[in-house]
């Protein structure tokens, strides 16, 4: 179960992440903006690593935990990324994730390429359900699940604290079977 790199859409480039990659990543991932609703702090330089570091050495994809971490490349430029942890290799269920400089909000750039992680998951990687997890509060996030045609399937009350402002914060569930994106 591979999925070929790299993976190419209409306007950008998806790749795996790599160690090279920390320098770009930390210019938005160090923004209090981006980390609001991560139910993290901002990340310095060494937690940007770590996150790549997690996908460069995760298992193979068919283990359960395994991490495909993508950088999303416009005209060679890294301006986010996304991708898929296989949460349950038994019952073949991921979850979608994607983080995105602010500068390039509002051009359809992240659900370009969650389109195409939902396409790999559903394709070479056998994915039954991706589902993602997101503060009910993170608009733009939720419209990027609809946009892509998932399904919001549960409202998660004060399911987590948001360090960011110490307060409860509640979680919507979105899903998709691929038997859906087929359609
Ligand atoms: C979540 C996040 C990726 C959403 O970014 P975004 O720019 O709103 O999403 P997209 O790149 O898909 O762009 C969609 C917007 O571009 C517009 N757009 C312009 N051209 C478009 C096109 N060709 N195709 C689709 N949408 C387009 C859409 O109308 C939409 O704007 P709207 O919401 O005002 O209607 C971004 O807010 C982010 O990285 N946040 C911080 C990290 C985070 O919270 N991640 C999620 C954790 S669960």
Redesign the pocket.
């Known amino acids: 179960m591979r999925v070929e790199m790299p993976i190419r859409t209409e306007r950008l480039v998806l790749r795996p992440l790599r160690a090279e990659d920390a320098d770009a990543l930390h210019a938005y991932h160090r923004r209090e903006?981006?980390a609001?609703?991560?139910y993290r702090p901002p990340l310095d330089r060494e937690g940007c690593a770590k996150l790549i570091a997690r996908s460069v050495e995760s298992p193979e994809w068919g283990t359960t935990g395994a991490d495909l971490g993508l950088a999303v490349c416009l005209r060679g430029q890294v301006i986010?990324e996304t991708g898929l942890r296989l949460r349950s290799a038994l019952a073949a269920q991921a979850e979608i994730?994607?983080?995105?400089?602010?500068e390039?909000?509002?051009?359809?750039?992240?659900?370009?390429a969650a389109r195409a992680v939902l396409a790999a998951a559903f394709g070479p990687l056998k994915v039954h359900r991706v589902y993602?997890?997101?503060?009910a509060d993170?608009k733009?996030?939720w419209?990027?699940c609809e946009?892509l045609g998932m399904r919001r399937e549960a409202y998660l009350v004060d399911s987590d604290v948001n360090p960011a402002t110490g307060t409860w914060g509640s979680e919507y569930v979105y899903a998709m079977l691929a038997r859906e994106f087929a359609g």
């Open positions: 903006d981006v609001r609703y991560l986010g994730g994607w983080v995105f400089a602010p390039y909000a509002g051009h359809g750039y992240a659900t370009e993602a997890r997101l503060d993170n733009p996030s419209r990027v946009r």
